[in-house]
């Protein structure tokens, strides 16, 4: 199956874009979404004229932000019920747990944190509703959290549109790039807990 993220993105438009960012920000069956490389090339396209800058940063951050509060208070509605929900097809109990543990960490700073990082980004607000972090504080990490995710993301991708010479030429294999190092922690992550489950420490 050819997945093409730049057809994805000039398919669903600024709306679909608004739905992708808020569904992986908070709904717990958003983590598949590629967020980072979404953002990224969204920006990139940007830089070419598919869509103008200012208005997927103002239209972006508030999808980022409002995802995350659903997903807090979907945290605290549920409850710690949620560590003992089973899998299933759209929900994983091991990326709540992942998400529990960098909470347990880094406290409120996680809501910020985790905005870069796959998966445990979905899950931040859920666990820091579970843990009945109270919304004042919830909300003045979220906030900053969205503004700087979405600004750094979409910009990064709108500046390389602009360094590189010709780079229309070259977006595919940009995209390509911009997707592989964004699923690049996931993938060393996922290494690392099976060489750790394959070759435990052994104390003597």
């Known amino acids: 199956m050819h997945f093409d993220l730049k057809e994805l993105i000039t398919t669903v438009g600024i709306i679909g874009l608004f739905g992708i960012i808020f569904a992986e920000s908070g709904l717990f069956f958003g983590f598949f979404f590629p967020g980072d490389s979404l953002l990224v090339t969204a920006g990139l396209l940007s830089s070419q004229g598919y869509f103008k800058i200012e208005v997927l940063i103002l239209i972006l951050i508030p999808a980022a932000i409002l995802g995350d509060s659903v997903g807090y208070w979907f945290g605290r509605k549920i409850g710690p019920s949620i560590f003992k929900k089973q899998d299933s097809l759209l929900f994983k109990k091991s990326h709540l747990e992942k998400a529990h543990a960098f909470y347990e960490k880094y406290g409120g700073k996680t809501i910020i944190l985790a905005r870069f990082i796959p998966i445990v980004r979905t899950f931040a607000p859920i666990v820091a509703g579970v843990a009945d972090m109270t919304y004042k504080k919830f909300i003045s990490f979220n906030v900053f959290g969205g503004i700087f995710w979405v600004t750094l993301m979409l910009l990064l991708g709108f500046f390389l549109g602009n360094i590189i010479p010709n780079v229309d030429r070259y977006l595919l294999p940009i995209i390509a790039l911009i997707i ?22 052994k104390y003597l």
Not at 184 to 200: N, R, T
């Open 180 to 201: 592989f190092l964004s699923i690049l922690p996931g993938v060393i992550e996922i290494i690392k807990q099976k060489i750790a489950k394959d070759h435990p420490k």
